[in-house]
């Protein structure tokens, strides 16, 4: 199983159901044929990520469905019984942690992986550059410590103690945008995992639930620091919830720094041409051992009710190239998920934080 049948003299063709664009995904397609003068053919059809589940569930029982699925990490675990097993046969463990990034490796079981990577997204730092050239500051903070002496420069308040302006949104979640990640972000990066696997391989759990805290001298104080920054009681108070979610302060000029993905970059240009900003790679824990940030990834998964395992394999395998992979990059505007293309390097000046990125998603 699983024999690249690139020689064959059928062209495979086979069905894809994802959450991504299908406009974007069809001209990616058409792009690989074009470059390598083929015509592998994939009927992709778009689907919503709220319903995806149930739907396949729902073909599936009726002896329908695709022959592989796009989908983000989210959906990984609710449909990995329906999922292919890609042996290490196949793809080798080693082979695949050094072809991929770490982030990837979510994909791997004992017996093979899941998924294929194909697209990450990850999270980085926006940062006003008239705001902190106004305030006197001379760059970006690369630490969460370096944070703490840039409040008094920017913060401002009324006369009644309301917010008016700040340096960084924490301590909420109703009005930041990526809490959630921003929050796990900080536990990653104190040594917590967040979620383990337990010892069969099959059944995952809460670093925060019945184990306790893992690494508890660490990640107590990174949750401390996050909430402290809307607590009134405390000299960095700077957020509270009555302020507008934090994606639209930024782009009112009254948030110094947005926590974002790296592809809400046009989406920053579009809103807001007036806004002087650049981009920066997530702060770090200073002194930690840990560098990370939060990644969106999606991957490739074959169907097991697919008729035909090595005609998807055989596409898969194509649209993952290095040569089609840079398609993706220039389409996308996202980094690859690559570790060969990563090292190559990239000369624009926001792809490369981008791809240094997606290095410690």
């Known amino acids: 199983l699983f024999k690249n049948n690139s ?3 059928t062209t495979p063709s086979i069905t894809v159901w994802g959450v991504l664009s299908e406009t974007m995904f069809n001209d990616y397609v058409a792009q690989v044929n074009t470059a390598n003068r083929t015509q592998y053919i994939v009927n992709y059809i778009q689907k919503n990520q709220a319903t995806f589940e149930r739907e396949l569930t729902e073909e599936l029982a009726l002896g329908k469905g ?5 989908i983000p990490q989210e959906l990984l675990l609710t449909i990995e019984n329906k999922l292919v097993t890609i042996p290490y046969t196949t ?12 982030q990837a490796e979510l994909y791997l079981r004992s017996e093979g992986s899941v998924g294929i990577p194909f697209v990450i997204d990850p999270m980085v730092m926006y940062w006003n550059r008239d705001t902190f050239t106004n305030a006197g500051i001379a760059t970006y903070p690369k630490t969460w410590d370096d ?37 796990g972000t900080l536990f990653l990066q104190a040594g917590n995992p ?7 391989t099959t059944t995952m759990a809460s670093a925060l639930g019945d184990r306790g805290f893992v690494g508890t001298a660490s990640s107590l104080p990174a949750l401390n620091f996050f909430t402290k920054f809307s607590d009134p009681r405390n000299a960095d108070y700077s957020w509270n919830r009555s302020l ?41 824990a200073r ?11 999606y991957g490739f998964s074959i169907v097991r009710s697919t008729k035909d395992a090595n005609a998807a394999y055989t ?21 690859p998920v690559r570790r060969d293309m990563i090292a190559s390097g990239s000369t624009d000046p926001y792809l490369s934080i981008f791809y240094d990125s997606a290095l410690i998603s």
């Open 147 to 183: 944070f703490l002496p840039l409040i008094k420069k920017v913060t401002q308040k009324d006369v009644n103690s309301n917010v008016r302006k700040s340096v960084i949104a924490l301590g909420e979640f109703n009005n930041i945008a990526h809490a959630r990640e921003i929050l």
């Open 194 to 200: 967040v979620t383990y696997r337990q010892s069969d």
């Open 91 to 102: 793809i080798g463990s080693r082979d695949y942690k050094n072809t991929f990034i770490e």
């Open 66 to 70: 695709p022959d592989a699925v796009l």
């Open 244 to 284: 507008p979610n934090s994606k639209s302060f930024f782009l009112s000029g009254n948030l110094a720094t947005y926590i974002g993905y790296a592809s809400e970059l046009m989406d920053l240009r579009q809103k807001n041409p007036n806004i002087d900003f650049d981009v920066a790679p997530l702060p770090q």
């Open 287 to 297: 002194g930690g051992k840990n560098r990370a940030t939060f990644g969106s990834m």
């Open 315 to 335: 596409v898969l395998s194509e649209l993952l190239t290095p040569s089609a992979l840079t398609e993706m990059v220039a389409m996308s505007y996202l980094p």
């Open 7 to 9: 020689t064959a003299e």
